[in-house]
């Protein structure tokens, strides 16, 4: 009967294989580089962590709303409430006389086929709805770039997505 192996048969294995590995003896194999303490490095790298992080938050804010849905609204700088006065296509509806290009989606062009059945589906979605959008400040061309949200709490631009009418604008 073989004897069974200590914890100290194994840190000695162990200790073994490292210097066998490293080719050097166990003490030079675990000295460790002394951390940089320079007060200036620290804060900018902390500095530049917390811009990183921030920057992600604004990224996945804009591009996932159908997943991150409630931070939506707490990072827009403009709510709106309102019926929809014009669906111009399938990313782009205009309530209350502001026109609204949904920041995460992409249907295509209304003269075409694929356009045409995304606008339709709009139009059947929000008929007869009060919608809650929220804007973010940007703009491109004449419209406000943001999110709506129909009366049950259901994301547009996700609904679109589900339906697989639009893709994700990347």
């Known amino acids: 009967m073989t004897k069974r192996p200590t914890r100290d ?11 066998r590995v490293s080719g050097t003896p166990n003490r030079a194999f675990r000295q460790r580089r002394p951390r940089e303490t320079d007060p200036g ?3 900018f790298r902390g500095l530049v962590l917390v811009g990183l992080l921030g920057f992600s938050v604004f990224e996945a804010t804009e591009r996932f709303p159908e997943y991150l849905g409630p931070v939506v609204a707490a990072t827009s700088l403009q709510t709106m409430k309102g019926e929809v006065s014009h669906v111009r296509d399938g990313d782009t509806i205009e309530v209350n006389g502001v026109p609204i ?3 995460s989606l992409d249907c295509a062009e209304r003269d075409t086929q694929e356009g045409q059945r995304a606008t339709a ?3 059947s979605l929000i008929s007869g709805e009060t919608l809650t959008c929220h804007l973010n ?5 004449d419209r406000k770039i943001g999110s709506c949200q129909l009366s049950d709490g259901r994301d547009l631009a996700a609904a679109m997505m589900a339906e697989r009418l639009c893709d994700r604008f990347w």
């Open 137 to 141: 400040g940007r703009s491109s061309y």
């Open 101 to 103: 290009r949904f920041g």
């Open 9 to 19: 048969d194994w840190n000695r294995m162990k200790a073994e294989r490292r210097a």
């Open 41 to 43: 490095a620290i804060f």
């Open 121 to 123: 589906r709009m139009r």
